[in-house]
């Protein structure tokens, strides 16, 4: 059996965060919305443009994916380091994108903290450079 098909069918909590950012690499809502449990909780950070909290599958890619998509050129979420205890998944990532609006790039640090129970990420709340956000939208 091959890695991919150990991350396709895995329930471990970093595999099932790991499919959510290769689904939203690939711009797979579907995909993205199958990692996440019914009553998802995402909380998007206070000061980043799409702040608040989003439930449902649906209501966070249609609150978050999508206006990302529509706003930026190539958001990309760069997952490189995982910390994981229990259902407790905290990934240090990079945002990378061009503002459609300003035409400036983004290139900002983050660290996402994931809760997965079931295989099923059933919280996620984002820790952004926000300054560098909103430098990246300002004219």
Request: net charge negative; aromatic share 8%.
């Amino acid at each position: 059996m091959t890695h991919e098909t150990d991350l396709t069918a895995s329930t471990a909590p970093a595999d099932v965060v790991r499919r959510q950012y290769l689904a939203s690499a690939a711009g797979d809502l579907e995909a993205l919305r199958a990692t996440l449990a019914d009553d998802v909780e995402w909380t998007e950070m206070a000061g980043f443009p799409l702040a608040g909290t989003y439930r449902t599958p649906h209501g966070v890619t249609s609150a978050v994916m999508e206006r990302l998509g529509a706003d930026w050129h190539d958001w990309t979420a760069h997952d490189d380091t995982y910390v994981t205890e229990g259902e407790n998944v905290v990934v240090l990532a990079r945002y990378t994108a061009r503002n459609k609006a300003t035409d400036k790039p983004l290139d900002v640090r983050v660290a996402h903290h994931f809760t997965v129970r079931a295989g099923r990420i059933v919280r996620f709340e984002q820790f952004v450079d926000t300054a560098g956000v909103r430098d990246a939208m300002t004219p």
